[in-house]
């Protein structure tokens, strides 16, 4: 993982734990959503994933497991996560108090041993992306499916983030068609409503207070230039938030 990566996914990802634990537990699911879609568009993989209460999902590359809590609110499903950084590990447990193992594309779950699966902004991040999509469908009941969102790139790219690997939608349709799945439902994250204007000022205080805290610590620095390229290539159309729903 490059240096830019590790600042984001570990060091910052701690850090918004401490930010949110400050600011009290209506902050917790804006901080943990950031970077992973709106409310909107997690609703909107949930009910085309088809869980019923208690099922077991799966959040693969989980962050600080924000969206995984969303689910467990919103669709009474059981988070199991899985995430390659510490710092996102511990995030998640002070955070939610959610089961999360510290993996990466090696998913440490027997087959077929989950209801669904969804993997939201991490494709683009992981080296052997063939690789961590079999994972996915492996640990996939049949008749189970898979939600992702996808940077997927329009073209060439006219600068690069460091680490990342966004996939072309035709390359993103063939990674999915050589692990055995098929795409049911896919969208724009840009066609859902955009987030409510409670949610983004709690996740506006996060940040505020994750710069007061940490404004001139190079690991912030670093991880903030990450997210402004990625954010200038989705305002420019360069990258486009996909939604894919698959299905084994």
């Known amino acids: 993982m490059t240096e830019e990566m590790k600042a984001e996914f570990d060091t910052v990802a701690s850090w918004t734990a401490d930010a949110a634990l400050a600011l009290g537990p ?5 901080a943990g959503c950031r970077g992973s879609g709106s409310p909107g568009a997690l609703r909107w993989l949930l009910d085309r994933l088809d869980v019923a209460p208690g099922d077991l999902l799966l959040d693969a590359g989980a962050g600080v497991g924000g969206p995984a809590a ?16 510490a710092g996102a590990c511990r995030a998640a ?17 027997a087959d077929a041993s989950v209801d669904a699966v969804w993997s939201l902004g991490v494709l683009c991040t992981v080296p052997d992306q063939p690789r961590f999509v079999a994972e996915l469908r492996r640990v996939l009941r049949p008749g189970g499916r898979l ?12 600068e690069q983030p460091a680490g990342n690997d966004f996939p072309t939608r035709p390359r993103l349709d063939h ?18 409503p955009a987030t409510p ?15 007061r805290r940490h404004g001139d610590d190079e690991a912030w620095r670093t991880a903030e230039a990450q997210s402004a390229v ?9 990258l ?3 939604l894919v729903v698959a299905g084994r």
């Open 26 to 30: 209506d902050h917790f699911l804006a």
């Open 70 to 85: 969303f689910a467990a609110a919103e669709a009474g499903v059981r988070p199991l996560l899985s995430e390659p950084e």
């Open 93 to 109: 447990r002070r955070l939610f108090d959610l089961p999360v193992v510290q993996a990466a594309s090696a998913l440490p779950f």
């Open 147 to 158: 939600g992702l969102l996808v940077f997927v790139a329009t073209g060439a790219l006219p």
């Open 175 to 192: 990674l999915l068609r050589e692990a055995g799945l098929t795409v049911h439902d896919s969208g724009s994250a840009a066609d859902f």
């Open 197 to 211: 204007a409670g949610w983004q000022d709690r996740a506006d205080a996060v940040d505020a207070e994750l710069e």
């Open 230 to 238: 990625i954010g200038r290539l989705l305002a420019a159309g360069d």
């Open 240 to 242: 486009v938030g996909t």
